[in-house]
C-alpha cells in the first residue's frame, strides 16, 4: 500500500510526547521524514526508536522553541539538506498558570505568548522560504476551543491561541495564490499531560488518546487538502471543520 507522504519532509514541534509525539509517528507511517524539535533530549531519542521501528527516518532537533536563533538556523540547515519543507506541524506550547489576569505573573503570561505565539511567527519567518518550494506546502498549527470560550482564569493560554489563530489566517490569507495552505487544529480534551495538569481530577480514560486524535491531523497534511485559513476540530466521527 502507497504511504500518502513518501519522500516528503515535516517539522513538528513539541515532538517529545503527547499530541506532537503522535503526529510524528503517524507522518512517519505515512512516509514522511520527520524533523523533531523538542526540549527534551531523552524523549526525541525515544521518538526516533519508535519511528525506526515503524520504518522511517527522523532528524532530531533538541531545542528549546523559545530560542528563536535556533529556529532561524533550523530553515537555514533544512535548506542545506532538502532545499524545501512539505509540511510544519506547530504544536509546542504551554498552559501558562490557571489564575484571575490581575493576579498573573507577567513572566508566566509572556512565556505563554512566547511559546504559543511568537515561536510560532519565528517558525513562519523561518520557514516559508522552504514551504514555498514545496510543491504543496502544508502548514497546520495546534489550537484550542479556549481560542473563543475564553473561560475564566484560562487568561495567558485563551489570549495566545486566540492570537495564534489570526497568526494563521494571515498567513493563509498572504498565501491565497500559492501552494502553501495553512489551517489550524483544534484537538480538544485529550489523554495528554497538559490535560492533566489542567484538569487533575478528569478521568483519562474517559479522553481520546492523542494516537486518535493524530490521526485527524495527517489528511490535513496532504496535497489533497486544499482549504486555506480555517479551524479543523477533532471529532470522534472524524474531522470537522469549525465554523466560526
Known amino acids: 500500500m502507497a504511504r500518502q507522504l513518501e519522500n516528503r519532509v515535516a517539522v513538528v514541534t513539541g515532538a517529545s510526547r503527547g499530541l506532537g509525539r503522535a503526529i510524528a509517528l503517524k507522518l512517519a507511517a505515512e512516509g514522511a521524514h520527520i524533523v523533531a524539535t523538542a526540549r527534551t ?140 495552505r495553512a489551517n489550524c487544529f483544534s484537538p480538544g480534551p485529550t489523554r495528554t499531560k497538559m490535560r492533566a495538569t489542567a484538569m487533575p481530577g478528569e478521568d483519562p480514560d474517559t479522553l481520546p488518546s492523542a494516537e486518535e486524535v493524530a490521526a485527524q491531523v495527517i489528511p490535513m497534511c496532504l496535497s489533497s487538502f486544499t482549504d486555506n485559513g480555517s479551524v479543523y476540530k477533532y471529532a470522534p466521527t472524524g474531522l470537522f471543520k469549525q465554523i466560526l
Open 41 to 180: 533530549q531523552g524523549g526525541l531519542e525515544e521518538l526516533d526508536d519508535e519511528i525506526k521501528n515503524i520504518g522511517g527516518t527522523a532528524t532530531l532537533v533538541p531545542a528549546d522553541i523559545k530560542d528563536f536563533a535556533a529556529i532561524d538556523r533550523l530553515g537555514a540547515a533544512i535548506f542545506e539538506r532538502w532545499k524545501k519543507l512539505d509540511v510544519l506541524i506547530g504544536n509546542a506550547g504551554v498552559l501558562g498558570k490557571l489564575t484571575p489576569l490581575g493576579h498573573l505573573d507577567p513572566k508566566v503570561f509572556d512565556d505563554a505568548m512566547a511559546v504559543n505565539l511568537t515561536a510560532n511567527y519565528r517558525l513562519v519567518r523561518s520557514l516559508d522560504p522552504l514551504l514555498r518550494a514545496s510543491d504543496a506546502g502544508r502548514a497546520v498549527f495546534i489550537t484550542s476551543g479556549l481560542a473563543h470560550k475564553c473561560f475564566a482564569y484560562w487568561g495567558a493560554y485563551s489570549i495566545s491561541k486566540a492570537a495564534l489563530e489570526a497568526l494563521v489566517k494571515t498567513y493563509a490569507a498572504e498565501n491565497e495564490s500559492t501552494a502553501i
